[in-house]
């Protein structure tokens, strides 16, 4: 929110630099992100550093307040006029200016409303306002269509204040100040921008940094006026108020001004608009904005008269309700809005007027030709708010307040201090009176603080009474009892709790005032306990290393999604092998994609890879994390950690010396990946098998098992859900295997072997079998029949072709026979590879190929 210094002294005396503000408020929560120097000077404050500003500072004796008394024509230029200003000299100065918004003066002799404009002299240095780039110049006497001219009357964006080039400052008040008064002194100004964290709705409006400013500084705050002048008929005879849900709508509050007038609005109030990045539409849709940024309530404004004719011609009936089914309302910005259930509506007996809280509607807004006024100001369930942006997709001023909390106290003050600022810019009688709905009041909040506490909490000593002079400068009522602080909490401070949260709030609002930087920095005098380490995340962090070390690199995602996006990883027709559980879903979702907690990784892996396409082709990533599978007659669900890994595109990064490299990954790329992980991680009883699983491609997946239990799953993308997923360049391999299975199995001890001190004897056997038998149950039979002198098996070749049958393969094994103790003869080793012949004879019908040792 951006906060002009000049508006913040109506509420609090400022005597330090906006420097030194901007750093007391961001030590004290309220982050100043930017400072803007509208014509004054930046002040370097010792201690304290802000980025140097390249803004336009106001020369005091040049750049002066000027008020025009006469536009005279150009006796050879149409387009331009002759203004004559009073700046304050001995005489009026002629200057000759091309200013659009002059020209219906021209002519008409002296001008006798007040007419006031910015005033630059010869020798004054002002933005280039003809320049598309910045660029400074500095005014010199020159003729202007043979019209001598050394001064200028000036635009917005001539003096730095905005980029408005269309016409000259223009304003009919003087806003306090004589001809002649330097510019700095009138529209000078600096203006702060913070940065708003969602506990500080208090603070989003002038008066509410202003609390800050003045308990941060130890001055007195300055209250805006609430006393309205009421001199028309009572307003409880005009108009009735009926809350549905009091829950949701907990007070309603609604004044009524008759014979107003519209028109712009003065020009102090366009000003401070404007400076606060509002652009000024009418008298009274602006008081409704400035009340908002003034006290932090929020404002809408009905055309009375149009809610009398939806009446029938009788006194309207406000009403705050749900929708029915299948309503609808057109709001302001002229979208037709299909209603939520949990949407909260102002109506009246002829259906919706305003999405409460958030935005009005179309069927009752202010117009040209409204003369009647009716002001209302309610309270909002804070939460219900930020479903109905979430769900309308919508974000308004008004919103953002409410959806952080505004207390229903404030509506009573808003909708008074609204209904006579638009009395005095608008004209007309208020009626005697308000309507005021408060089916549920808010409860006070008080807090009893024991002197104790505060130390236990902040470290240091801080006496009772300075702890409750602190807290009386934040408004708060304070009774000192012995040792402890009786605290009555205002009612604006809705992020103050009861009890030990209480007294914890308190602590905190004492250390942000007495200052953070004020508390010493110490060294903890007690010896650190002993760390006990915890296995889990060791090794889940070992696990990391890992794959790192092969290549790999961490993905970190948010862990919601939604059903329809988890469907996209089975293809249509095809029974789903994914978790059949419930989904956990979320009461108030960030986003429309995001509503519920994730099955599977895979997902996650899978967009991310398609968001990374564009800038690589090579993708080798791993996640871990938890997936939430609910569990029926549980309350929370289970949360199983899984590690999920994803490789597409060429092999290896490329390299001159590797000429495949090129080559796409593929299952075998994946499947020996995972076996060097387990390996390295010393796991035993490892094992492949087939799978078959809806998202992976048919005779290209497998699971894994661990000890004969199912670990995982992993292997080559199903085309169509590659499709769905927009990742058709290159096969994508996947794998999503048991965090928990793995971390449970993990031993901190293994055995270890030394080099072996003897020769090997190195022989190979190729072997035919039938096509569906696994190679890697050849293998355990290989290894089981080869006994101690056995060391390692290992598969180089799979044949199919002549001259094997049909429907077998050959597979070709590389065996090493080895002892420990002694060199192994050539008998002892022919025994033992006899005996691996005979035992895949007999348990997989094996034959020995033609020329096989």
């Not at 800050?212 to 409880?236: F, H, I």
């Not at 259930?341 to 109506?347: K, P, S």
């Not at 604006?492 to 007495?514: C, F, K, P, S």
């Not at 971390?743 to 072997?767: C, E, G, K, Y």
Request: charged fraction near 25%; charge should be negative; aromatic fraction near 6%.
């Amino acid at each position: 929110m951006l906060v002009p210094i000049s508006w913040l002294k109506d509420f609090v005396d400022i005597d330090i630099p906006a420097e030194a503000l901007a750093e007391k408020l961001t030590l004290a929560g309220l982050e100043v992100a930017h400072i803007t120097y509208l014509g004054l000077p930046q002040t370097h404050v010792d201690g304290i550093t802000w980025p140097e500003s390249d803004h336009l500072v106001w020369d005091r004796e040049r750049l002066l307040w000027g008020r025009v008394l006469e536009v005279k024509p150009h006796p050879d230029a149409d387009r331009l006029v002759l203004a004559m200003v009073d700046y304050g000299g001995a005489e009026p100065e002629q200057c000759v200016t091309g200013a659009p918004n002059l020209f219906e003066y021209r002519g008409k002799g002296p001008i006798e409303e007040p007419l006031f404009t910015a005033f630059a002299a010869e020798g004054a240095e002002v933005w280039d306002g003809h320049s598309d780039e910045p660029k400074r110049m500095i005014l010199k006497e020159k003729k202007l269509r043979g019209i001598p001219n050394r001064s200028m009357v000036c635009s917005e964006k001539e003096l730095g204040i905005a980029e408005d080039h269309d016409g000259i400052i223009l304003m009919h008040s003087d806003l306090g100040h004589a001809p002649g008064t330097p510019m700095q002194d009138v529209l000078g100004d600096i203006i702060l921008e913070i940065e708003y964290t969602p506990n500080l709705a208090r603070a989003m409006s002038m008066i509410g940094v202003a609390r800050e400013v003045a308990a941060l500084l130890d001055k007195p705050l300055r209250q805006p006026s609430y006393d309205v002048t009421m001199t028309g008929a009572p307003v409880d005879e005009q108009v009735k108020i009926e809350i549905r849900e009091p829950a949701l709508n907990p007070r309603f509050t609604a004044a009524l001004l008759k014979g107003v007038t519209i028109k712009p609005s003065p020009d102090w109030m366009q000003r401070r608009l404007k400076l606060i990045g509002q652009r000024p539409i009418s008298n009274i849709v602006d008081v409704t904005n400035y009340v908002m940024f003034e006290i932090g309530q929020p404002l809408h404004a009905f055309d009375y008269d149009r809610l009398v004719a939806r009446a029938g011609g009788q006194p309207p009936t406000i009403i705050t309700r749900l929708p029915e089914p299948g309503e609808t309302l057109k709001t302001l910005d002229g979208v037709e809005r299909k209603l939520d259930e949990h949407n909260m509506l102002v109506a009246d007996t002829a259906g919706a007027l305003s999405l409460g809280g958030v935005m009005g509607g179309a069927d009752s807004e202010i117009g040209d030709d409204t003369t009647n006024v009716l002001l209302e100001a309610a309270a909002w369930n804070f939460i219900n708010i930020r479903r109905t942006m979430g769900s309308q997709k919508i974000h308004t001023e008004a919103a953002a307040r409410f959806s952080r909390g505004v207390h229903p106290s404030q509506a009573l003050l808003g909708v008074k201090r609204g209904i006579e600022l638009m009395r005095e810019v608008g004209g007309g009688q208020v009626a005697q009176g308000t309507v005021d709905a408060y089916p549920q009041p808010a409860p006070t909040i008080e807090v009893d603080l024991p002197a104790s506490q505060i130390k236990r909490l902040l470290g240091i000593e801080i006496a009772p009474p300075l702890a409750a002079d602190l807290l009386a400068r934040l408004q708060m009522v304070v009774t000192l009892h012995e040792d402890t602080l009786h605290v009555i909490v205002p009612d604006h401070r809705l992020d103050i709790g009861t009890g030990i949260v209480g007294q914890a709030d308190l602590i905190e609002e004492i250390a942000r005032i007495y200052g953070y930087n004020n508390i010493p920095s110490t060294i903890i005098a007690d010896a650190l306990p002993p760390q006990a380490p915890d296995a889990n995340v060791t090794n889940e962090e070992q696990i990391r290393d890992l794959l790192v070390g092969l290549g790999l690199r961490e993905n970190i995602s948010y862990r919601f999604t939604t059903p329809a996006h988890e469907a996209q990883l089975v293809p249509p027709g095809m029974p789903s092998s994914l978790p059949d559980a419930g989904y956990v879903t979320l009461a108030n979702p960030i986003s429309p994609d995001k509503t519920v907690l994730r099955h599977t990784l895979l997902v996650n892996l899978l967009d991310n890879a398609r968001a990374n396409a564009r800038y690589t082709r090579r993708q080798a990533t791993f996640e871990i994390g938890a997936i939430y599978l609910q569990r029926e007659g549980e309350t929370l669900p289970a949360e199983p950690r899984q590690l999920g890994i994803l490789l597409t595109g060429p092999r290896h990064p490329s390299a001159w010396s590797d000429k495949s490299a090129a080559d796409n990954a593929d299952f075998f790329d994946l499947k020996g990946l995972i076996e060097s992980l387990l390996e390295q991680l010393h796991l035993k009883g490892v094992e492949f098998e087939r799978a078959n699983h809806s998202s992976f491609h048919p005779g290209r997946s497998a699971v894994v098992k661990l000890k004969n239990k199912q670990i995982g799953v992993f292997g080559e993308l199903h085309p169509s859900v590659a499709a769905a997923f927009g990742l058709t360049d290159a096969p994508v391999l996947l794998a999503e295997l048991s965090l928990d299975a793995i971390l449970r199995r993990l031993n901190p001890l293994f055995s270890v072997q030394p080099l072996p001190s003897t020769p090997p004897v190195l022989q190979d056997i190729a072997l035919v079998v039938k096509e569906e038998v696994p190679a890697a149950q050849v293998e355990k039979v290989i290894r089981r029949a080869g006994g101690e002198l056995l060391k390692d098996a290992r598969l180089f070749d799979v044949y199919q072709g002549e001259p094997i049958p049909p429907g077998h393969k050959s597979l070709a094994y590389s065996l090493t026979y080895q002892t420990d103790d002694r060199t192994l003869t050539d008998k002892e080793v022919a025994k033992v590879h006899e005996k691996i012949v005979k035992a895949t004879e007999r348990e997989l019908e094996a034959k020995l190929r033609d020329g096989s040792a």
